[in-house]
């Protein structure tokens, strides 16, 4: 197992296109958090699994963003009708049930919306 | 006021000096994270503490639970060491509650 891997780790789009990017946890780990960057700024809260239920969504994640961890493995995240202001970095990150405090992040996805 | 705030934002030191970060919070943890950030995005934990202090080579970490405080020491320092120093807080079991992240460089 070589950590948490997402994929891709850069993308550029136009506004406007839906983009989706995907994340493969520690096999072990059953939690799986979603956290967006912004330049400059610390990450922030977007959601998290437990399995495949989808336990918790911040307001940040608008009606455009949805994510889904269907077999409680890997993740996508997907966003609708891109803004400008989407443009950030996602990051991934995941615990397992018997260190829920042992984060493991991944390299994140980078995205521009141009 | 944020639950998390970091001092200095940016810290640039030569070679071989002794560095400190600190991150104050105003609300109840259950564990506190030290992550380190290189430019690329990737971030590693090197750090995660409840109480007392933890070491780990030249980096060092304390907390003190009753002051809502915590710090990140790098005992002589090297270019290497260069990267974005990030404290998170963890509330409950769940998410993490992010500083915005203190910029350290090293010249050499």
């Known amino acids: 197992d070589t950590g948490v891997s997402q994929d891709p780790r850069h993308k550029i789009t136009k506004r406007g296109q839906n983009v989706t990017f995907r994340c493969d946890p520690i096999?072990?780990?059953?939690?799986l958090y979603w956290y967006r960057q912004t330049l400059g700024q610390g990450p922030e809260f977007l959601t998290y699994?437990?399995?495949?239920?989808?336990?918790?969504k911040s307001r940040l994640l608008s009606d455009r963003f949805s994510a889904e961890r269907p077999k409680g493995s890997f993740s996508t995240l997907e966003i609708q009708r891109t803004e400008q202001g989407d443009s950030a970095m996602y990051l991934c990150?995941?615990?397992?049930?018997?260190?829920?405090?042992?984060?493991?992040f991944g390299s994140g996805t980078r995205l521009t919306v141009v | 006021k944020n639950e998390v705030e970091q001092s200095p934002q940016n810290l640039t030191a030569q070679e071989g000096e002794f560095i400190t970060i600190n991150c104050s919070y105003s609300v109840g943890i259950s564990a506190l994270h030290w992550l380190q950030q290189h430019p690329g995005g990737g971030i590693v934990s090197l750090f995660m503490?409840?109480?007392g202090k933890k070491k780990h080579g030249r980096l060092i970490a304390t907390i003190n639970i009753q002051e809502k405080h915590s710090s990140l020491h790098i005992t002589a320092s090297h270019p290497r060491d260069s990267a974005v120093y990030i404290c998170a807080l963890i509330q409950g079991a769940q998410k993490l509650v992010f500083g915005q992240g203190t910029r350290l460089t090293i010249n050499p």
């Open positions: 096999s072990e780990h059953n939690r």
């Open positions: 503490l409840s109480s």
């Open positions: 699994f437990q399995n495949e239920a989808q336990l918790e």
């Open positions: 990150a995941s615990t397992p049930v018997t260190a829920p405090y042992g984060y493991t």
